[in-house]
């Protein structure tokens, strides 16, 4: 069975409060009493800036769920995802999800942001999966009064809540060979006296870390020469890995990119000369 995607009409609107109080009801089971109150009526969502989009199983077919996503100041913040229980597990959320983020990427936005429950599955691990990321709340009036409004409603005594953030932003392409190829041209132009002192160092390009994300740019994997003492003869090479897939995530264009290769490959070099995160920020490094 499909999922059908669409902007909600003023009849969808009068089926939203329906479709998350039948949808809540998992909470309820999984953490408890919730004491939410009764939910907002699609007229009163569709009243705040933003969109709210319904998802149906036949084309013209009655609303089964519904995600709204606020705007204001420039943020678009996924405000409520809902599906009733007994249309759920069927790609119905995520396809919501995923019209959503391309309505706000439509708009010009470069992120979308969300606030979950981390331990709870159809929440932050589902989320993550489709692609956002935990990450720290901005210190902005708006998210202040979201954590408010969550705090005046008991969540957080309801299990611990997360912060969530997915860029929009395409990134570029590039080939692996071709990559790699650009981190050696990057490695050349780096000074004689950074890279001659290096011993028995490796440099290692893969595409992501081992959990998958897309934040981390590099790794020094292995000890610091301030910290080697007695290493000698025989040790295994410490290892250099530069990350293919989250620097094309990160970056427009070739120049951008060839300039955060070049930042990561001094950023690592100096954790092996025993130079920490916060000296390297010092230095504008980090």
Do not use: K
């Amino acid at each position: 069975m499909g999922s059908f995607v669409r902007r909600a009409t003023t009849a969808d609107l009068a089926e939203l409060a329906g479709i998350e109080e039948a949808a809540d009801t998992a909470f309820a089971t999984l953490l408890g009493p919730t004491g939410w109150g009764p939910a907002p009526s699609g007229a009163a969502r569709a009243a705040e800036d933003g969109y709210v989009l319904v998802v149906s199983e036949t084309e013209d077919g009655p609303p089964v769920g519904f995600v709204h996503v606020l705007e204001q100041d420039c943020i678009a913040h996924l405000e409520q995802v809902s599906v009733l229980p007994a249309h759920a597990r069927r790609g119905h959320g995520r396809a919501l999800v995923e019209e959503a983020l391309d309505e706000a990427a439509d708009r010009g936005h470069d992120t979308v942001t969300l606030r979950a429950f981390a331990d709870v599955p159809w929440n932050a691990p589902f989320y993550r999966s489709v692609g956002f990321e935990t990450a720290d709340s901005p210190d902005l009036p708006f998210y202040r009064a979201l954590i408010e409004a969550e705090r005046r409603a008991g969540l957080d005594a309801l299990g611990p809540r997360v912060h969530m953030s997915i860029d929009l932003r395409e990134g570029m392409e590039m080939d692996p060979d071709a990559f790699e190829q650009l981190v050696a041209d990057e490695l050349d132009r780096l000074p004689d006296d950074m890279v001659d002192g290096l011993e028995n160092v490796v440099f290692v390009v893969e595409d992501r870390p081992e959990d998958g994300s897309l934040d981390l740019l590099g790794l020094y994997d292995g000890l610091a020469v301030t910290e080697r003492g007695n290493y000698g003869m025989g040790e295994l090479p410490d290892r250099i890995v530069v990350y293919r897939e989250p620097h094309l995530a990160q970056c427009a264009d070739e120049a951008e990119l060839r300039t955060e290769v070049h930042t990561t490959l001094v950023h690592e070099i100096a954790h092996y000369y025993g130079i920490d995160d916060a000296q390297l920020h010092e230095m504008g490094w980090a």
